[in-house]
């Protein structure tokens, strides 16, 4: 079984936490990032996991990306926008038949959310949900997370891992 953990990060919450759950599903997972996530490395993977900060109330769009760039506010480093936009990803991720899951990080109290774009757009290319998705939680508006949090990605991804073994293809 191939999978690949994808996610979009700005202060690097959700790139920590995809890389706990790839640990958590073994040596066959891969962690990468939107840009990196293309070719064969995508058209190989028979699970995609793929996660991305709630901003905003939802899945960041381009334009709330592109002014957070302009005013980060009094964020503790320069967000990173090197990557493309989870969004921009998922509308150009080619339809194949795959499994997936979907995760965000984002601090508890807050309406909205990024998992149910995230799952839309990966079950609209032909890859079926094959597990809740999850919620990780930061304890400030740009981390650090939660304690405990990267190990209940290491849980989940075990647990992604196990579905996988059962219900393996498409
Ligand atoms: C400008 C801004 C807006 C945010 N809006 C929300 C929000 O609406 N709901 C929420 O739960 N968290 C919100 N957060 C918290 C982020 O989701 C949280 O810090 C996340 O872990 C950042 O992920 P990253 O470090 O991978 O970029 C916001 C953070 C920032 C900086």
Known sequence: MKAIVVYESLWGNTAAIA???A??????????STDEASGTA????????AGAPVIAFSLPSDKVRTGIGANPGNAPEAPDLSHPSMRSWLDSLPARQGRSA????RIWWSPGGATKSISRGLEAAGYKTIAKARRFIVTGKFGPLRDG?????RLWGAELAK?????PSG
């Open 19 to 21: 890389r706990a759950i």
């Open 23 to 32: 640990e958590g599903i073994g040596s066959e997972a891969r962690v990468l």
């Open 149 to 153: 949090e990267l190990e209940q990605a």
């Open 102 to 105: 979907s995760f965000e990080t």
């Open 163 to 167: 579905a996988m073994e059962s219900q």
């Open 42 to 49: 995508v058209s190989e993977a028979d699970l995609i996991v």
